[in-house]
């Protein structure tokens, strides 16, 4: 990306199923690169802009949403995305910050092109058109089998499951087995983490990796 060429920022996303404990180890990374003087900004998708925020709820919450037809959530998610890359990400990374990304473009591939059936090619491009060049140097995917996936979200303090978590069992091991496929194809950039060994060991070699790998 050319922003790496003018900049030491660096974006990180976090990837993997709902309960897959991302946003536990977004913090625990956070404070790991604070103690090494890092700026660090920590974003989440669909969100982190008042925009993105308020398409979120209309994704996440609308009690119509269950009429959404898939087209129309892969744009929403994208237009979120567009926002994000260009009033946070890209300041943050050009002044030198660590961005952490609960969720980026990959979410919209497994998500929407393998969840919900969607083609690769529009789902690429819009993809792509959405984060112009910035791309993730690094992705953590936090691996969790689909029925602890399910498990953890019932334990999950709220009243009712948003749309996106009402979701089943088949749907949720496609969103895994997708995640896989994708980080077996580009080795490079992902790193595949076991999500059912405890949170310590999960942080330890999160920022293991993230060292080796950023050097
Ligand atoms: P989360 O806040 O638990 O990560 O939930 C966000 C939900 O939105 C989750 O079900 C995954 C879904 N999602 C997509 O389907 N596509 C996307 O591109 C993104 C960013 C999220």
């Given at each position: 990306m050319p922003l790496k060429q003018k900049s030491s920022g660096?974006?990180?996303?976090?990837?993997?199923?709902?309960?897959?404990g991302k946003s536990t180890q977004i913090a625990r990374l956070a404070a790991h690169f604070q103690k090494?003087?890092?700026?660090v900004v920590t974003v989440r998708e669909p969100g982190g802009t008042e925009i993105g925020e308020q398409i979120r709820n209309i994704i996440v919450h609308?009690?119509?949403?269950?009429?959404?037809?898939?087209?129309?959530e892969l744009l929403l998610f994208a237009a979120a995305r567009a926002q994000l890359v260009r009033e946070v990400m890209v300041p943050a990374l050009l002044r030198g910050a660590i961005v952490l990304s609960d969720r980026f473009l990959?979410?919209?591939t497994?998500?929407?092109?393998?969840?919900?059936?969607l083609a690769a090619d529009p789902v690429n491009q819009i993809n792509r058109f959405a984060v112009g060049n910035v791309m993730p140097d690094l992705t953590v995917v936090?691996?969790?089998?689909?029925?602890?996936?399910?498990?953890?979200?019932k334990q999950r303090a709220s009243d009712l499951p948003d749309r996106m978590e009402?979701?089943?069992v088949g749907f949720y091991r496609k969103v895994r087995e997708g995640y896989l496929v994708l980080a077996k194809g580009m080795p490079e950039r992902f790193i595949v983490i076991d999500g059912t060994k405890s949170e310590d060991a999960?942080?330890?070699?999160?920022?293991?990796?993230?060292?080796?790998?950023?050097?």
């Open positions: 660096r974006l990180i996303s976090f990837e993997g199923s709902e309960g897959s090494s003087q890092r700026d609308n009690s119509k949403g269950d009429e959404m037809c898939a087209e129309t990959d979410s919209s497994v998500y929407q092109g393998i969840g919900r059936n936090i691996d969790v089998p689909e029925e602890v996936s399910l498990a953890r979200l009402r979701e089943n999960i942080e330890k070699k999160i920022w293991t990796e993230i060292q080796t790998r950023l050097k």
